[in-house]
């Protein structure tokens, strides 16, 4: 969420400037449900990913590195794990198994989903995961998601962890079977205990949320260390936001930029975003311009919105690299076009100004709508200014009051005044008395503060 820095003002003067945004938007990802479900956006610290997505599949952290943080003792024992002492040759069925997963890489679909089917109801359970896998993804036959559920349900219910964590994102996913917080939650448990680190990954999201269990942060941070000392970036990320947020533990912004810089250096986009706010900021690193547009770019050109934005203003102002308009307006395009209404208002003052493209009025007019559409309050609020006095637009007193009254509800000071003196206006209007005209703007849309 973004954190408004509009000056008070009064009348309808233009905004001066935009809000400090510093929650940072994880990219896009949808894998299928029986990799991992499909995105659902974790809970967002004041900068950076709080919680995890639903794909815990990401960068991996050197395993040098990983070892080095420490795991919580109620996790760190020695646990039982699926399969101790059982020799999977020995099972009946396994010999359909493995010839079903050789024609399965030779590409032979069919083939193996047959013979993956009749080891499954020999009843091996790694046979009938695999075989609930080709049905979820519809390999070799059509996609059935509740079939899928019930073979998986059968393996879970032997205990192999794979299945088990699986049965809890059909859970959490409603795929195959209606959605159950708590039954999700429970099979996640399951599979965590016998030290399956995609499972407590997804156990810590339940902790985090209070999703099927009672929040608890402490737990969350927990589990999210023990998936970071198995490798997992994404953890190590959100364990940096905790430490600097305070959740679970002290606020310590020390540890959480060492957490920031062990998930940047794997190529984790938000530990790259997270540790550039930090040195953007000054949080727990002494400021450096420089090294914030280091990884604002890493994480810009991984596809995070938000960094994309910033490092467009980085190259507009010259903050930590040397200025280039041209450059800067490249980056604020590509924000723009992610849906950032940050980089859509910015834009506008580009073709206003001239700054890095050539002044266009009407594309000026057309980003600034743009960031209005998107509900951005300081575009709300100055794209009123231009339906008032007609420019770039036809005038339109009723559009702009109307815009007026969507950044007042957003919560904008200068439109809450600016709608209060054409409230005391037509009450002096009805009353015969002589009104003054409201003050002409002062400024244009500028690019706020990093």
């Given at each position: 969420?973004?954190?408004?820095?509009w000056?008070?003002?009064?009348?309808?003067?233009?905004?001066?400037?935009?809000?400090?945004?510093t929650?940072?938007?994880?990219?896009?990802?949808?894998?299928?449900p029986?990799?991992?479900?499909?995105a659902?956006?974790?809970?967002?610290?004041a900068?950076?990913?709080?919680?995890?997505?639903?794909?815990?599949?990401?960068?991996?952290?050197?395993?040098?590195?990983?070892?080095?943080?420490?795991v919580?003792?109620?996790?760190?024992?020695?646990?039982?794990?699926w399969?101790?002492?059982?020799?999977?040759?020995?099972?009946?069925g396994?010999?359909?198994?493995?010839?079903g997963?050789?024609?399965?890489?030779?590409?032979?679909m069919?083939?193996?989903?047959?013979?993956?089917a009749?080891?499954?109801?020999?009843?091996?359970?790694?046979?009938?995961?695999?075989?609930?896998l080709?049905?979820?993804?519809?390999?070799?036959?059509?996609a059935?998601?509740?079939?899928?559920?019930?073979y998986?349900?059968?393996a879970?219910?032997?205990?192999?962890?794979?299945?088990?964590?699986?049965?809890?994102?059909?859970?959490?996913?409603?795929?195959?079977?209606?959605?159950?917080?708590?039954?999700?939650?429970?099979?996640?448990?399951?599979?965590?205990?016998?030290?399956?680190?995609?499972?407590?990954?997804?156990?810590?999201?339940?902790y985090?949320?209070?999703?099927?269990?009672?929040q608890?942060?402490?737990?969350?941070?927990?589990?999210?260390?023990?998936?970071?000392?198995?490798g997992?970036a994404?953890?190590?990320?959100?364990?940096?936001?905790?430490?600097q947020?305070?959740?679970?533990?002290?606020?310590?912004?020390?540890?959480?930029?060492?957490?920031?810089?062990?998930?940047?250096?794997a190529?984790?986009?938000g530990?790259?975003?997270?540790?550039?706010?930090?040195?953007?900021?000054?949080?727990?690193?002494?400021?450096?311009?420089?090294?914030?547009?280091?990884?604002?770019?890493?994480?810009a050109?991984?596809?995070?919105?938000?960094?994309q934005?910033?490092?467009?203003?980085?190259?507009?102002?010259?903050?930590?690299?040397?200025?280039?308009?041209?450059?800067?307006?490249?980056?604020?395009?590509?924000?723009?076009?992610?849906?950032?209404?940050?980089?859509?208002?910015a834009?506008?003052r580009?073709?206003?100004?001239?700054?890095?493209?050539?002044?266009?009025p009407?594309?000026?007019?057309?980003?600034?709508?743009?960031a209005?559409?998107?509900?951005?309050?300081?575009?709300?609020?100055?794209?009123?200014v231009?339906?008032?006095?007609g420019r770039?637009?036809?005038?339109?007193?009723a559009?702009a009051?109307q815009?007026?009254?969507?950044?007042?509800?957003?919560?904008?000071?200068?439109a809450?005044?600016?709608?209060?003196?054409?409230?005391?206006?037509?009450?002096?209007?009805?009353?015969?008395?002589?009104?003054?005209?409201?003050p002409?703007?002062?400024?244009?849309?500028?690019?706020?503060?990093?």
């Open positions: 969420m973004a954190e408004r820095n000056r008070p003002g009064w009348g309808w003067g233009l905004v001066l400037g935009l809000a400090l945004c929650a940072c938007v994880a990219p896009a990802s949808k894998p299928g029986t990799a991992s479900a499909s659902t956006p974790a809970a967002q610290a900068q950076g990913f709080l919680g995890g997505e639903d794909n815990p599949a990401l960068t991996a952290l050197p395993p040098q590195v990983a070892k080095k943080i420490p919580p003792a109620s996790l760190a024992k020695n646990r039982p794990t399969g101790q002492g059982r020799k999977l040759a020995e099972q009946p396994f010999k359909e198994y493995s010839e997963l050789r024609l399965g890489q030779a590409g032979d069919a083939g193996s989903l047959k013979l993956l009749q080891a499954a109801e020999r009843g091996l359970a790694e046979a009938q995961y695999e075989y609930s080709r049905l979820a993804q519809g390999l070799g036959t059509e059935d998601p509740q079939l899928s559920f019930t998986l349900e059968k879970a219910r032997q205990g192999l962890p794979e299945a088990q964590t699986n049965l809890g994102i059909y859970y959490r996913r409603a795929f195959g079977v209606g959605a159950d917080a708590k039954r999700s939650a429970q099979w996640f448990q399951k599979a965590a205990a016998q030290g399956d680190p995609k499972a407590a990954y997804f156990l810590a999201d339940c985090e949320r209070g999703n099927g269990v009672e608890n942060y402490r737990l969350a941070l927990d589990y999210y260390l023990f998936c970071a000392h198995h997992n994404s953890a190590c990320n959100t364990i940096g936001a905790y430490y947020r305070g959740l679970g533990v002290p606020a310590d912004l020390k540890k959480a930029v060492s957490y920031y810089r062990l998930a940047a250096e190529g984790f986009s530990g790259q975003f997270n540790l550039a706010q930090c040195y953007a900021q000054g949080w727990g690193v002494e400021p450096n311009p420089k090294e914030a547009t280091k990884y604002y770019a890493l994480a050109q991984a596809g995070v919105t938000l960094a934005y910033k490092l467009g203003l980085a190259y507009l102002e010259g903050t930590g690299v040397e200025r280039n308009p041209q450059e800067g307006v490249k980056w604020l395009l590509e924000a723009a076009n992610h849906g950032s209404e940050l980089a859509a208002f834009l506008a580009c073709y206003m100004h001239g700054d890095g493209v050539a002044r266009d009407q594309k000026e007019v057309e980003w600034l709508s743009k209005a559409q998107m509900k951005y309050p300081p575009a709300l609020y100055t794209l009123a231009y339906y008032r006095d770039g637009v036809q005038a339109d007193f559009k009051t815009l007026l009254r969507e950044a007042a509800i957003m919560g904008m000071p200068e809450i005044a600016a709608l209060k003196l054409i409230e005391e206006s037509s009450k002096a209007q009805e009353k015969g008395e002589a009104t003054k005209a409201a002409a703007p002062s400024a244009a849309p500028q690019a706020g503060a990093k």
